[in-house]
């Protein structure tokens, strides 16, 4: 099994940044594709950004290219997502996902472990 813990939400004004985190732990000694999602109250999940196994490659949702970032440390079992420029649009819960493969998907479907989630709030 493998755990994800979110952290790093927040409440900030339209303009601001944040940094997520996600530790995993568990069956961590293998490392695998991961990404972050989020999800907005009264709306489907939606994709956000992704990244490989090794952090080779990324993919991010047209709403948030530019803006934000996402990294790994595997030595660390942890996943980032650095949003700047931060909308009030960008308000939801995020959560951060771990495939069961290398490569970087954007189906939430295609992600076997989910975290908690963590709030973030973004004030105009």
């Known amino acids: 099994q493998v755990q994800l813990v979110e952290s790093g939400g927040g409440l900030v004004q339209a303009g601001g940044s944040l940094k997520l985190s996600c530790a995993a732990s568990?069956?961590?000694?293998?490392?695998?594709?991961m990404g972050w999602f989020r999800q907005a109250p009264g709306k489907d999940r939606e994709f956000v950004a992704a990244?490989?196994?090794?952090?080779?490659?990324?993919t991010y949702a047209d709403s948030v290219k530019g803006r934000f970032t996402i990294s790994r440390d595997n030595a660390q079992n942890s996943l980032y997502l650095q949003m700047n420029s931060l909308k009030p649009e960008d308000t939801a819960v995020y959560y951060c996902?771990?495939?069961?493969?290398?490569?970087?998907?954007?189906?939430?479907?295609?992600?076997?472990?989910w975290g908690q989630g963590t709030q973030v709030t973004v004030s105009s």
């Open positions: 996902g771990r495939r069961s493969a290398v490569n970087i998907a954007t189906a939430y479907w295609a992600y076997d472990y």
């Open positions: 990244i490989s196994w090794n952090g080779a490659d990324t």
């Open positions: 568990g069956r961590t000694r293998v490392s695998y594709a």
